[in-house]
């Protein structure tokens, strides 16, 4: 997504040194769709990368399993 961006950018670019008016519009419109997945995806990511990895609780592991005997 971001080589979209990216190509979209410069491809804006080369539209406004040309005078193309007509495609420039086009081409934001696809910048913007491209930015709005870019965001969508980060997001997904952040959330997934927040959540951890859960440590082990030793409290609980320790409690559940049987006590062990004293010979």
Avoid: F, W, Y
Wanted: contains cysteine; aromatic residues 0%; charged residues 25%.
């Amino acid at each position: 997504m971001e080589e979209i961006q990216d190509n979209l950018l410069a491809h804006i670019a080369e539209a406004e040194r040309e005078g193309c008016l007509g495609e420039i519009e086009g081409l934001r419109i696809g910048l913007a769709g491209a930015e709005d997945k870019l965001a969508r995806i980060g997001q997904r990511s952040s959330r997934a990368m927040a959540l951890g990895i859960p440590g082990r609780a030793v409290g609980l592991v320790h409690s559940a399993m049987p006590a062990q005997r004293r010979t």
